[in-house]
């Protein structure tokens, strides 16, 4: 399969823990993108990259999130002291250059507990 | 900042019933227009796209879209629906200039057979 991969698909954690999330896009695009996801909700943007530069973060990522995308290929997103209100379906999608379509992943579905 | 809005969030149909989903969104400038399908269980897959030129697109499975670019709609279009249509359709707006996509919350369609 050669689609958007992200791993894990699911993550259960307890309040306060740290959780880090990847996500491997289709080769040779440049373009990744985070989106959260919340139940009768559309993915609500999150952030976004151009091969390895961080353009654009949403006032939804607090200094508990961070994202990087260090070689321009796979990204990691992290959040740190997670609180129940970060449960949500976290997607990655990623475009083969600006303005053209994105390609979705599974997500990864987190719960705080 | 740009927004989008979809009228229904649930539409009930039988089979064989057409279908129109509305998508208006709020932005000035100029737009890439998308419809996206969430099967049960599965991610977030293109179903059709608008850049420029016949504002009438034909997508996968025997979907189509209008742009209107002065009533700021992307409607979604299909003559008769099957069961196998049953799913979540977000309508997503992209800013040339930003090149991120803003989404709607979803319209959750149940074809009963």
Not at chain 1, 8 to 19: A, D, E, F, M, S
Not at chain 1, 30 to 54: D, H, I, K, S, V
Not at chain 1, 62 to 80: H, M, N, W, Y
Not at chain 2, 17 to 45: D, I, K, R
């Amino acid at each position: 399969d050669t689609g958007v991969s992200q791993d894990p698909r699911h993550k259960i954690t307890k309040r306060g823990q740290n959780v880090t999330f990847r996500c491997d896009p289709i080769s040779e695009h440049n373009r990744l993108y985070w989106y959260r996801q919340t139940l009768g909700q559309g993915p609500e943007f999150l952030t976004y990259f151009q091969n390895e530069a961080q353009l654009e973060k949403s006032r939804l990522l607090s200094d508990r999130f961070s994202a990087e995308r260090p070689k321009g290929s796979f990204s990691t997103l992290e959040i740190q002291r997670t609180e129940q209100g970060d449960s949500a379906m976290y997607l990655c999608a990623s475009s083969l250059t600006d303005n053209t379509e994105a390609f979705f992943g599974q997500g990864t579905r987190l719960t705080v507990v | 900042a740009q927004s989008v809005s979809q009228h229904n969030h649930h539409v009930i149909l039988s089979e064989a019933a057409s279908l129109e989903l509305g998508c208006n969104y709020s932005y000035g400038g100029t737009v890439n227009l998308f419809w996206y399908v969430q099967y049960p269980g599965q991610h977030l897959q293109l179903l059709l796209k608008y850049f420029s030129g016949d504002p009438l697109v034909k997508g996968i499975k025997g979907f189509e879209a209008e742009f209107i670019k002065s009533k700021f709609s992307f409607n979604l279009r299909k003559p008769s629906v099957q069961w196998s249509d049953t799913a979540e359709y977000f309508c997503a707006v992209m800013n040339t200039n930003a090149g991120k996509s803003t989404f709607g919350d979803g319209t959750t369609l149940t074809v009963k057979p």
